[in-house]
T-cell receptor
């Protein structure tokens, strides 16, 4: 069973628009991470946010974390066609660091 | 520097056969993880190595699955008596420690006919 649920399952936007996706989870976490996966490739780490943090930025990416609601969001600003990919949230709940993933959001950015 | 390398990239075999999947982590990374990803789903954890030992193998689906990391670097995931339900992409990831992001290989796409 998956620890996280992502919403929406799919998102289609035009270049220049912002893309927002949400992740909800079930149990207390150590940290939450967002990954991107292009078709047929491995996952690429985007941002790690710890349970005592509320917001982090990296370039055009902004991640928020609300532990009281057990939810996180990923915002991609000024999207580009190259942002087309699947985006996954993943949580760690123990000291081993194993990741528990959501089912992902498929994002398509059209030129 | 080199990232995580997985071989083969694709493996097609018949039901009942034995397969080995190899993972070469980033040099110096002591933590190594195996995940399995089915179509349209997020990866699911299989096993975690810290150095040479399997610290957590709670994700292995049954005793047909086994993994080793004898020298604390390269790891091999072994599947005996393969079944069609084992078809998936098997991903390997490594990290410098358990608090750091994981770096993933491109995976091995396993197809059991």
């Amino acid at each position: 069973s998956q620890q996280g649920e992502e919403d929406p399952q799919a998102l289609s936007i035009q270049e220049g628009e912002n893309a927002t996706m949400n992740c909800s989870y079930k149990t207390s976490i150590n940290n939450l991470q967002w990954y991107r996966q292009n078709s047929g490739r491995g996952l690429v780490h985007l941002i790690l946010i710890r349970s005592n943090e509320r917001e982090k930025h990296s370039g055009r990416l902004r991640v928020t974390l609300d532990t009281s609601k057990k939810s996180s969001s990923l915002l991609i600003t000024a999207s580009r066609a190259a942002d087309t990919a699947s985006y996954f949230c993943a949580m760690t709940t123990d000291s081993w660091g194993k990741l528990q993933f959501g089912a992902g959001t498929q994002v398509v950015v059209t030129p | 520097g080199a990232g995580v390398s997985q071989t083969p990239s694709n493996k097609v075999t018949e039901k009942g056969k034995y397969v080995e999947l190899r993972c070469d982590p980033i040099s110096g990374h002591t933590a190594l993880y195996w995940y399995r990803q089915s179509l349209g789903q997020g990866p699911e954890f299989l096993i975690y190595f810290q150095g040479t030992g399997a610290a957590d193998d709670s994700g292995l689906p049954n005793d047909r699955f086994f993994a080793v990391r004898p020298e604390g670097s390269v790891s091999t995931l072994k599947i005996q008596r393969t079944e069609r339900g084992d078809s998936a992409v098997y991903l390997c990831a490594s990290s410098a420690n358990t608090n750091q992001p994981q770096h993933f290989g491109d995976g091995t796409r396993l197809s059991i006919l």
